[in-house]
């Protein structure tokens, strides 16, 4: 009897378990379609001048229409609020330093970093400057942010999570915004000199020339300039140059192949003379961390152009942001962006002496910092006090014990504004140049073309005027080396016309030879072989071209700059090397069989002839690495993109006084490069043969939560796709970085053009629209540029 009753109650208990499992499931999926957004019917929403509508296509993509354009700038608030407003916050919060307020103590870390820039205190000041016209037009975005947000039937799910509140917008947030692509286009700077300076420290000037050459046999300039002769290779290398072999063991294997360049782009225009059609074509392709919901938000703007008529503004937009098409087409011009890699960060040198108290010297002379206090919020503990230092070069920063003055140009007063506005009503090449040359955003280049056929390239957003020679600059500054002063003017801006074989095409390598150069400066420019291999390929096409083709250069995944270092890899598997060496013979196997000549998913030929090319630059470098490492986690170890350069004339000289130690010979060197390769790829039991390029190279796209909260990344992210393409090639790919969108179009034919995005609309992942596209982006499905047959219309009424 009692056992009887035992397993009744059991029962029953199992039972009421789940039963509070299944209310538990029921109430979090009630809680987040509350939370979704609102599609369609009626609102009213006091300040409008007249009735706005958003149509929204199956994908979630929005036309927006309205009476005025301060009225579509309120409805385009409302939407980015509805689909994407944590992801706004996180943007927000990223550029004033303040996610610990939302993860806790181990984003004080971050915050401190950014709290050096005070972008908030830096936001409110550029607010005061903001002509009338454009503040009400912010202030319109800012009401429908809010009202959107306040509209949902619940927070998004994030602050649930977090177990945090959401503040309210303010203007102020959106131009923070625009700084968070300071951070995550230029920051990186910092390291990059960081990296060189310790290189300049610890090799002479022989040496250092050689190992950070200012160009590369890649380059394809803009200017068709002539090349620069290559630094002859001195007679040693610096102490710390090489890995020896007892060091070089399975743990260290392939530490960078696991780099990819995390800031870039491509982009390219053909001419009219080369379109079947007269018009100019301009293709987008940028590249940025991948994550869910995608970084871009499509729409398309429709309001009066003040002549009677309508214009309509079609492309991508960044939520938060000031309420304007990034990249796009305005029906007479397109744009279309690439980080510039100009020189845009100078680390200047302080020096401290007992006898000025409180004081440092910078290159001008003896100056009292000014101390600001800023409070750091965190979640579940006191707030932190954090006291920045402020010269007039910039804020104070430390680094291997020294202290620097960050002069960064995103300090200026003119680095954000609401220029980029003008894009919509410019009619032609030369209206958007003078536009681009006022533009407040960081420096990109711009690539145009208009409905007359026009093309043209120059630099769109905030430029220093240098007078100091580039390369002086691209380190640490010493001694009386001056930093720049001022802007760079509008008419210094280098620019590039029409020229004479009808396309121009950037990939953030170097863009210029002739005197345009030195105004730029070098940031970090790109080695040169994706643009290379976009403007090769795209000159192959020859003319009559469309939409489709233009498109299609994006697709490209050949490995044309893989190839060399896969011949230098079977050159040195000779019959000797392989001899009594069954897995080299392997290796030797595969990158002969397994190899079609491009970045494809099945390939293991071309992982090894990467992972071949990764190990050569681990056994030179890492003797500099674990220093420069401590500089600055993300310091490129080598100081250049241009490292395989380096490599690759040291493998054809094979100097003596360069080979590093422990080794018999340059042969020795491969072939311990191969060998790690393969201690890498087998370390856990695997057959080299089931190493494919798609087998590293797969996607790992997602929701940030999904970090805080791992058991919900299978809800919060994309499939697992095996992706083709690379770093070095125009189809940039990596598992959590890479082609953004994919956008081509032709102005004034906006109908033809194509799109591609790795993610949807909406950061819901109940959404129809959290998805949307993704399966077309992976397989290089191209879809209409414009909104298609609006499936949901959502009505706002004064």
Do not use: C
Request: hydrophobic share 45%; aromatic share 8%; charged share 20%.
């Amino acid at each position: 009897m009692r056992q009887r009753r035992w397993k009744t109650w059991a029962l029953r208990g199992l039972g009421g378990l789940l039963l509070l499992v299944v209310l538990a499931a029921l109430g979090a999926w009630l809680y987040l379609r509350a939370s979704l957004a609102q599609l369609d019917g009626e609102r009213q929403a006091p300040g409008l001048s007249a009735a706005v509508t958003v149509e929204r296509d199956a994908a979630g993509v929005p036309l927006i229409s309205g009476a005025s354009r301060l009225d579509v700038a309120y409805a385009t608030g409302f939407v980015h609020a509805q689909e994407r407003y944590f992801q706004m916050d996180l943007l927000r919060r990223t550029a004033a330093g303040e996610l610990a307020e939302l993860f806790g103590p181990r984003a004080l870390p971050l915050d401190r970093a950014r709290r050096l820039h005070r972008f908030r205190a830096r936001a409110e000041r550029t607010l005061a400057r903001l002509p009338a016209p454009e503040r009400t037009l912010l202030d319109r975005y800012v009401a429908g942010v809010n009202d959107g947000f306040r509209a949902l039937g619940a927070r998004p799910f994030e602050y649930a999570l977090t177990g945090t509140e959401a503040r309210t917008w303010t203007a102020a947030d959106s131009l923070l915004v625009v700084w968070a692509m300071y951070i995550d286009l230029q920051a990186m700077q910092e390291g990059r000199d960081l990296a060189r300076g310790w290189l300049r420290e610890h090799s002479d000037a022989a040496q250092l020339a050689f190992l950070l050459p200012e160009a590369s046999r890649w380059d394809a300039t803009l200017d068709k300039g002539a090349a620069l002769a290559p630094a002859p290779i001195p007679e040693r290398a610096p102490g710390w140059w090489g890995t020896p072999p007892d060091t070089a063991g399975r743990q260290a294997a392939l530490r960078g192949a696991d780099f990819v360049d995390s800031v870039g782009s491509n982009s390219w225009a053909v001419a009219g003379s080369r379109s079947s059609n007269g018009a100019a074509i301009v293709s987008d392709d940028m590249h940025l961390g991948l994550q869910l919901p995608n970084i871009w938000y499509r729409l398309a703007l429709r309001f009066p152009d003040g002549q009677g008529g309508q214009r309509r503004v079609a492309g991508v937009s960044l939520p938060g942001a000031p309420p304007t098409v990034i990249a796009g087409s305005n029906g007479r011009v397109a744009w279309a962006f690439t980080n510039s890699y100009a020189d845009l960060i100078d680390l200047v040198a302080l020096e401290r002496d007992p006898a000025h108290p409180g004081q440092v010297r910078l290159p001008s002379g003896w100056e009292t910092p000014q101390s600001h206090v800023e409070s750091i919020a965190v979640k579940g503990a006191q707030p932190e006090r954090f006291v920045v230092q402020d010269t007039s070069l910039g804020p104070v920063r430390e680094a291997g014990g020294r202290l620097y003055a960050v002069r960064w140009v995103a300090h200026d007063d003119a680095a954000v504004n609401l220029n980029h506005l003008k894009f919509e009503t410019a009619a032609s090449v030369e209206e958007a140049f003078a536009v681009a040359a006022i533009d407040g955003i960081p420096a990109q280049n711009i690539v145009v073309g208009d409905a007359a056929g026009n093309i043209g390239w120059t630099i769109a957003g905030t430029l220093p005027a240098r007078s100091t020679a580039q390369f002086a600059t691209t380190f640490p500054l010493t001694g009386e080396t001056p930093s720049w002063s001022g802007l760079l003017p509008a008419q210094r801006y280098p620019r590039i016309v029409n020229p004479a074989d009808g396309q121009i095409t950037t990939a953030n390598s170097r863009q210029l030879m002739g005197e345009g150069a030195a105004v730029l400066g070098d940031g970090g420019f790109d080695l040169g072989a994706r643009n290379r291999q976009i403007a090769e390929g795209l000159q192959a096409l020859g003319g009559q071209l469309d939409v489709r083709k233009v498109f299609d250069v994006a697709l490209d995944d050949r490995a044309l700059f893989i190839a060399g270092w896969r011949e230098r890899a079977l050159r040195v598997l000779d019959a000797q090397a392989v001899t009594g060496q069954p897995q080299r013979a392997e290796f030797r196997r595969l990158l002969e069989q397994s190899w079609d000549g491009h970045a494809s998913v099945d390939s293991v030929g071309y992982r090894l002839a990467r992972g071949y090319m990764w190990a050569l630059h681990d056994l030179f470098y890492a003797g500099a690495g674990k220093a420069i490492k401590a500089l600055d986690p993300k310091a490129p170890i080598a100081g250049t993109s241009r490292w395989p350069e380096v490599v690759a004339r040291l493998l054809d000289a094979r100097p003596s006084g360069w080979l590093p130690a422990g080794y018999a010979d340059w042969r020795a060197v491969e072939l311990a490069a191969v060998d790690r390769v393969i201690a890498e790829l087998t370390r856990d039991g695997q057959a080299l043969a089931a190493a494919s390029w798609g087998a590293r190279n797969t996607a790992e796209i997602a929701h940030p939560i999904s970090l805080a909260v791992p058991a919900l990344k299978p809800l919060l992210g994309a499939p697992a796709d095996r992706l083709p393409g690379d770093a070095n090639m125009p189809r940039v790919a990596g598992p959590k970085f890479g082609q953004s969108e994919r956008m081509t179009v032709s102005p004034g034919r906006e109908e033809e053009g194509l799109y591609n995005m790795p993610g949807g609309q909406s950061g819901h992942p109940l959404s129809p629209f959290f998805l949307a596209g993704h399966s077309a982006w992976v397989k290089a499905e191209p879809v209409p540029f414009l909104p298609g047959k609006p499936k949901y219309t959502l009505r706002f009424v004064p």
